[in-house]
């Protein structure tokens, strides 16, 4: 299965950008739909983001849309999360997995990487 390896988190202020990437170490991720995920403090873990193979088609939580954008570049075998616009209320550990299909938004597998941690000030 996918062992992701996610980067990219830090600490920045309301209306900045940050960008993640999610790797693997384990199978290529061009073999899966993948989606982002986040989880705050004391909150589930919940849906981010997903796209498809290709990249063509892709799917987001209303709380991101316009927002956020995933994209992915088989060729490096990468999966990105570019994030505009960030509010305090996307202060969260961000988790990419494989998932299930980009319109459910359910993660394939069980297991999931250290993530990223990804503060927004006000």
């Known amino acids: 299965q996918v062992q992701p390896v996610e980067s990219g988190g830090g600490l920045v202020q309301a209306g900045g950008s940050l960008a993640l990437s999610c790797t693997t170490s384990?199978?290529?991720?061009?073999?899966?739909?993948m989606g982002w995920f986040r989880q705050a403090p004391g909150k589930e873990r919940e849906f981010v983001a997903a796209l498809s193979w290709s990249g063509a088609s892709t799917n987001y939580a209303d709380a991101v849309k316009g927002r956020f954008t995933i994209s992915r570049d088989n060729a490096k075998d990468t999966v990105y999360l570019q994030m505009n616009g960030l509010r305090p209320e996307d202060t969260a550990v961000y988790y990419c997995n494989a998932v299930t299909n980009i319109d459910s938004g359910k993660p394939r597998f069980s297991s999931w990487g250290q993530g990223t941690q990804v503060t927004v000030s006000s």
């Open positions: 384990g199978r290529t991720l061009k073999m899966y739909q």
